[in-house]
């Protein structure tokens, strides 16, 4: 099996990764309309993929496929998406802001899909947005979740598909400026500079749990 089809067990067999184990994606989640899945390389604190069931449209573009009928099925999912990364987060962090604490939902937690997806099946990412992550390790992991690369699901779906993809990638994944989510500071093309930085921004608003 390819690496782009990785998430295709999950959608045939969810009920073989319900329990912590050796495999990179743990499901939280499965009926027969969709998956939800922690990410196994995930690129924030809290990182859940949510995967339609249905084998045709699990093949659809996810700049298309995503019509309001389909968002309107998919949205119990989200919200169980948000449910689950709020009560995980709190587990493992004290926020120390209190007006984010009371808006996690609206204000930490960012939900779509890549303009370029790299992997064949169709899912909606549903993350915090911390990018506080060791799997989070170059320019590009960062863009994709920080540019216009990032389609929310408020703006799907789009009109179409990417006609050009690379042209995609160019302007959003390799010649965007990196620019810090929290506070809107530029560091071009210094990505060990942003992580520290990130790091920074992180410890100002959360501290571990000891338990
Ligand atoms: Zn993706
Ligand atoms: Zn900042």
């Given at each position: 099996?390819?690496?782009?089809?990785?998430?295709?067990?999950?959608?045939?067999?969810?009920?073989?990764?319900e329990?912590?184990?050796?495999?990179?994606?743990?499901?939280?989640?499965h009926?027969?309309?969709?998956?939800?899945?922690?990410?196994?390389?995930?690129?924030?604190?809290?990182?859940?993929?949510?995967?339609?069931?249905?084998?045709?449209?699990?093949?659809?573009?996810?700049?298309?496929?995503?019509?309001?009928?389909?968002?309107?099925?998919?949205?119990?999912?989200?919200?169980?998406?948000?449910?689950?990364?709020i009560?995980?987060?709190?587990?493992?962090?004290?926020?120390?802001?209190?007006n984010?604490?009371?808006?996690?939902?609206?204000?930490?937690?960012?939900?779509?899909?890549?303009?370029?997806?790299?992997?064949?099946?169709?899912h909606?990412?549903?993350?915090?947005?911390?990018?506080?992550?060791?799997?989070?390790?170059?320019?590009?992991?960062?863009?994709?979740?920080?540019?216009?690369?990032?389609?929310?699901?408020?703006?799907?779906?789009?009109?179409?598909?990417?006609?050009?993809?690379?042209?995609?990638?160019?302007?959003?994944?390799?010649?965007?400026d990196?620019?810090?989510?929290?506070?809107?500071?530029?560091?071009?093309?210094?990505?060990?500079?942003?992580?520290?930085?990130?790091?920074?921004?992180?410890?100002?608003?959360?501290?571990?749990?000891?338990?």
């Open positions: 099996m390819s690496w782009r089809g990785a998430l295709q067990q999950y959608i045939c067999h969810p009920e073989k990764y329990t912590v184990s050796s495999t990179e994606s743990q499901v939280i989640y009926d027969s309309t969709a998956v939800i899945i922690t990410d196994g390389f995930p690129k924030a604190t809290e990182h859940l993929l949510i995967l339609p069931r249905n084998a045709s449209l699990s093949k659809v573009h996810p700049t298309t496929a995503l019509t309001d009928h389909i968002k309107h099925k998919l949205e119990r999912y989200i919200e169980i998406a948000i449910k689950y990364i009560k995980d987060f709190k587990s493992k962090y004290e926020i120390l802001d209190n984010l604490a009371e808006n996690l939902e609206r204000e930490f937690i960012q939900i779509g899909i890549h303009h370029v997806p790299s992997m064949n099946n169709l909606v990412h549903v993350i915090t947005k911390d990018f506080h992550s060791t799997r989070l390790k170059h320019k590009k992991h960062y863009n994709s979740f920080n540019t216009g690369f990032f389609v929310k699901w408020d703006d799907l779906p789009l009109k179409e598909r990417p006609s050009d993809p690379k042209l995609i990638e160019k302007k959003y994944l390799r010649d965007h990196l620019i810090c989510c929290y506070c809107g500071q530029n560091f071009t093309n210094k990505f060990s500079k942003l992580k520290e930085h990130l790091n920074e921004e992180f410890s100002k608003r959360f501290v571990p749990n000891n338990e």
